[in-house]
């Protein structure tokens, strides 16, 4: 009989019957190696985490409550409320250059979801997905549930930013290649894709036949315009083309759900399908919040964006004091990936700054190539004055 890993179950245990060796390879979150530490210590403060300290405005909440008292509790339509996906395909095709389609959106139980449901369209066991990195790890924890390899190709770094090098992602896909990943504003290096790299990488996948799957749901988190370039902007509507997308970040909407694919419309029945066996649809009631969302929240999302900003610069400026620490603010996204100079161990290094100054880091290594060494990743989603005394404590240790 085969044993658990104890890690798995806090105690060693029998199983009562085979599981499968891709599930029971996955390895353990290290950002929750980290937070297991201090979790819900109300001295630590927690920048571990990709959320920011805002509660879902109120407005999106009642519209939830008045689903809720109008009685909207039954089964629904397993691709999302049509109109939701109305909602969407308005949103979307006001947002980018070309029109997407209603046939195009499915609503999906928020990014992770829209994410897992790519990977079961497209990858078999022992097929690979190439994915840019540093990456946040869900993403290959689902190829690799699939039983697919998850393949890594790491942004290089030039004077600072990150750089995608093209050749380098082409000449890691090979025969056994379904699925290019790329997250775009980036988790965690809030990288952004240009749009002739968009071009290029599009029109690989459609040479190759190979799937590309976008995550996108950072593009509104911008400093600069209102969305990052986006697939969507150049893709016809049959490309072999997924993007995953959420309403986590930009409308403080994480505990809630709620996210969307957008596929070529003649995958609609199978996506159908797919959610049918998965979750068989996002809660009735959370989706005409998300119209809400959608329709009315377009100063909400500005806010973020603003105080995501100022994050970011208070962020800045004391990294910027810190002679050990190399740092460039990002662009997009709403986490700082700076490298301590000297250090090789990354989760050493955040357990360290969580037991000793009470901050809580993700470690740089959680994000897989490219990100070891002395990154870490801190989430400016947050209170200015809580940032304030975040980068003062940790002076303390890295200063
Ligand atoms: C890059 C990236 N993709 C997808 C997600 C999934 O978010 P959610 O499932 O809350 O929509 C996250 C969340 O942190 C993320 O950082």
């Not at 109109?83 to 992770?112: C, F, H, I, K, N």
């Not at 965690?188 to 976008?214: H, K, S, Y």
């Not at 593009?219 to 902007?233: C, H, K, M, N, T």
């Not at 909400?300 to 100022?310: D, K, P, Q, S, Y």
């Amino acid at each position: 009989m085969k044993q658990i890993p104890t890690r798995l179950l806090g105690k060693p245990s029998q199983l009562a019957g085979p599981i499968r060796a891709a599930i029971s390879a996955l390895e353990p979150q290290l950002i929750a190696d980290v937070s297991k530490l201090a979790l819900g210590d109300p001295k630590v403060i927690p920048l571990w985490f990709g959320e920011s300290d805002v509660a879902t405005p109120e407005f999106i909440r009642r519209a939830a409550k008045e689903a809720l008292d109008r009685g909207e509790t039954f089964y629904t339509h397993t691709r999302g409320i049509p109109p939701l996906r109305e909602a969407l395909a308005d949103y979307l095709s006001g947002l980018y250059q070309r029109p997407v389609a209603l046939e195009r959106v499915s609503v999906t139980t928020a990014g992770m979801n829209a994410i897992m449901l790519a990977m079961q369209l497209t990858l078999e066991a022992g097929d690979n997905a190439v994915m840019v990195t540093p990456l946040w790890p869900n993403a290959a924890a689902a190829a690799r549930i699939m039983g697919a390899e998850a393949r890594e190709v790491a942004l290089a770094r030039e004077q600072g930013r990150w750089r995608l090098d093209l050749d380098k992602l082409f000449a890691a896909c090979d025969k056994g290649t379904r699925l290019i990943f790329v997250n775009s504003p980036s988790n965690p290096t809030g990288w952004m894709m240009t749009r002739e790299e968009q071009r290029a990488v599009l029109d690989f996948c459609r040479q190759r036949n190979i799937w590309l799957l976008a995550d996108e749901v950072y593009a509104r988190i911008v400093y600069q315009g209102r969305a990052a370039p986006s697939f969507l902007d150049l893709a016809e509507p049959e490309d072999p083309l997924l993007v995953a997308n959420s309403f986590s970040k930009a409308w403080a909407m994480t505990g809630w759900r709620v996210g969307w694919l957008i596929a070529p419309a003649a995958l609609g029945d199978l996506l159908g399908e797919l959610v049918q066996h998965n979750v068989s649809g996002v809660p009735t009631f959370l989706q005409p919040a998300a119209v809400t969302a959608l329709k009315e929240g377009e100063p909400f999302v500005r806010e973020m964006v603003e105080r995501c900003r100022r994050g970011r610069d208070i962020v800045a400026d004391h990294l910027a004091t810190m002679p050990r620490v190399r740092f460039t603010p990002p662009d997009a996204a709403f986490y700082a990936f700076f490298e301590v100079d000297g250090v090789a161990d990354s989760l050493a290094l955040a357990k360290r700054i969580v037991t000793e100054a009470g901050v809580g880091l993700a470690p740089g290594a959680a994000f897989g190539k490219g990100g070891e060494g002395g990154f870490l990743r801190l989430c400016f989603a947050q209170a200015p004055e809580l940032l304030a005394r975040a980068m003062e404590r940790l002076k303390r240790v890295i200063g």
